[in-house]
C-alpha cells in the first residue's frame, strides 16, 4: 500500500472519543472506550484483536450504525466533513451503499436468500441513481471475472445458495464495489475463502483500492492478510486502543506484550501418533453426488478412524462441505454409501435412527445462519439434551453450564444471550458446544475456525483436542487454513474439482514432493511478510510468461 508516498491526502473519516454500549439485561454497559481513528483517501487501516475487542461494531460505527442491542453513546464520527452523530436516518442511509459499503463476515446471512445476486448487486447502484439496470449488469460481470469467480456472465443468475461460501463472500465484495464508494469496511472479507481463492481476492480488493482511491478499514484476525493489505494497523482488546502504528513498524517491533502475544500464536501442534489398525469408524466408499445435474462429488472415497482426525483441504468449490453433508445424511449420493463402524447409513438423514443421528454431529461454517435468532443461548445447547437424553430441566441446565465452561464462556454472562448478542467467535463457540452436548462419536468440522481470531482458534483447537483425548472422538476437519491443518490432523485428503487428488499423513503430506495443486495450496499460505504477496504474484506472472 502506498501511504507514505502521499502523506498529504485529506481524512475521509475521523473518530473521537467514540464510546458504544450494549445492552445487557436491563442496563447498558460500555463496550468500545473513547477509540480515536483516522483514516485518509486512498489508505488501508487495519483493526485486529481478539473475539469481542470491539473491530466490527467501531467498523459499523463508520456508518453511523449500531447493531441491535448496541447503541453509540458518544464522541464525533465524522465522514468527508458529514457529522454522522447528528445525521438523520435519511441522509445515513443516502451514504450507505453510495459512498459507504461493508462487505460482512458472514456472507450467508448478508444476502437476501430469495433473490439471485445480479439483482441484488444491481440494487444499490440503481436505487442511488448512479448507474441504469443494463450498465450495472455489466459491470457485475467485470467485477465477478476480476474476483475470479467462474462462469462470470451466468452466475449472478444463480441463488446464493447455489454457490458456495467462497463464492459467496466474493459476490459479496463485488457487491460493495458496485458504487465506486469511498470508503468499505471489508469484515474478515476472506474468512470463508480457501488459500489459492484468498490470493486473488485480496489481490483484487488492493487493486480496486488503489486504482479508485477508495479508503478501507480491513477488519481481521488474521496477521499475515493484515500485513498484505494495510498501511497501519490498530490492535484492539475489551474495545481499548492497545497500540497503532504502520504495518511495517509494527511487524517488525510491536511495543505492547499483547501484541507481541498475537504476533507468536499457533504453537499448537497435535503429536504424531501411528495409525490404528482395523476397519475406519466411519467411510465414504465411490461416493458420486451433486446438485441438479451436476455432479459435485466424483467416486470419493475417504476412511476417519476412531479418535483420529482427518483434515478434508481443497479450495472453494472442490466439495469438502457437499462431502460433509453426504455423510450427516443432508445430500443422498447418486452412487456409493456411507458406513458407520461397518454399517451401511440411510442415505437420507430423515431415514436413520435417533441413536445413529446423536452420534455424528456437524459444526457448521457460518454461525450467523446456523443458531436460530429467536432462541436463547440456554434452548440452543438445550435442545440436543432433550432430544437425545430426555433430561429435566434442572439436568439440563447443569449440563449447559458444564458446556459452556468447556467453550470458556462464562455461563451467568451467557446463558440468557441471544446469538445477536454475540461476537462472531462466541457463536461459533456456541455451535461447538450445541453438537458436543449430544455426546458424539464423530464431529463435522466445518470450517470452525474459520470465523475466530487467532488466538481463539487456538484455544479451540486445543479445546478439541483434549475432548478428542478424552472422550474418543473423531473429527471430519474441513477447514482452508493450512495451519490449522498442521496443527491438528493425523491425516491430510485433499481435493480438487470434486474429486481426491492425493491423500496421506499429516507427515507425508507436508513432505516434497507433492501433487501439483497440494504444492499451489502451499506455496499460496500467507507469510507476515509486507512484500510476500506482491513478490508472490510477481513470481506467477514471470511464471505464466514463460510458458
Known sequence: MNSESEPHRPEILQMRGLRIEGRADDSWQEIVHGIDLDLKRGE????????????????????????????????DIHFDGINLMEATEVEKRALRGARIAYVAQSAAAAFNPAHRLVDQFVEAPVQHGLRQRTDSEAEAIDLYRRLQLPEPKSIGFRYPHQVSGGQLQRAMTAMAMACRPDLIIFDEPTTALDVTTQIEVLASI?????????????????????????????????????????????????????????????????????????????????????????????????????????????????????????????????????????????PDYRQRTKEQLRKLQMIYQMPDTALNPRQRVRDIIGRPLQLYFNQNSAQRERRICELLDMIELEP????????????????????????????????????????????????ILKLLQRLQ?????????????????????????????????????????????????????????PEMDPDWLTNLLAARRRSDSER
Open 44 to 75: 488501508v487501516l487495519g483493526l485486529i484483536g481478539e473475539s469481542g475487542a470491539g473491530k466490527s461494531t467501531i467498523g459499523l460505527a463508520a456508518m453511523g450504525f449500531a447493531r441491535d442491542g448496541c447503541r453509540i453513546a458518544g464522541g
Open 206 to 346: 488492493r487493486s480496486a483500492v488503489e486504482q479508485f482511491g477508495t479508503a478501507a478499514l480491513y477488519i481481521t484476525h488474521d496477521l499475515a492478510v493484515v500485513a498484505q493489505m494495510t498501511d497501519r494497523i490498530m490492535v484492539l482488546r475489551h474495545g481499548h486502543l492497545v497500540e497503532e502504528d504502520r504495518t511495517r513498524d509494527m511487524l517488525k517491533a510491536p511495543r505492547e506484550d499483547y501484541t507481541r502475544a498475537l504476533w507468536s500464536v499457533r504453537s499448537f501442534r497435535k503429536p504424531e501418533s501411528p495409525a490404528p489398525e482395523g476397519m475406519p469408524l466411519i467411510s465414504m466408499e465411490g461416493v458420486t453426488a451433486g446438485y441438479t445435474n451436476i455432479d459435485v462429488l466424483k467416486n470419493v472415497s475417504i476412511a476417519i478412524a476412531k479418535q483420529r482426525t482427518v483434515a478434508i483441504v481443497g479450495e472453494s468449490g472442490s466439495g469438502k462441505s457437499t462431502a460433509a453433508r453426504v455423510i450427516a445424511g443432508l445430500l443422498p449420493p447418486r452412487l456409493g454409501h456411507v458406513k458407520f463402524a461397518n454399517e451401511v447409513l440411510p
Open 412 to 459: 451467568g454472562q451467557f446463558i440468557d444471550r441471544l446469538p445477536n448478542e454475540l461476537s462472531g467467535g462466541q457463536k461459533q463457540r456456541i455451535c461447538i458446544a450445541r453438537a458436543l452436548a449430544a455426546e458424539p462419536e464423530l464431529v463435522i468440522c466445518d470450517e470452525v475456525t474459520s470465523a475466530l481470531d487467532q488466538l481463539v482458534a487456538e484455544g
Open 469 to 525: 483425548d478424552d472422550l474418543g472422538l473423531s473429527y471430519m476437519f474441513i477447514t482452508h487454513d493450512i495451519g490449522t491443518v498442521r496443527a491438528i490432523s493425523d491425516e491430510v485428503v485433499v481435493m480438487l474439482q470434486g474429486e481426491v487428488v492425493e491423500t496421506g499423513s499429516r507427515r507425508t503430506m507436508f513432505t516434497p514432493p507433492h501433487h501439483a495443486y497440494t504444492e499451489l495450496l502451499l506455496s499460496s499460505v
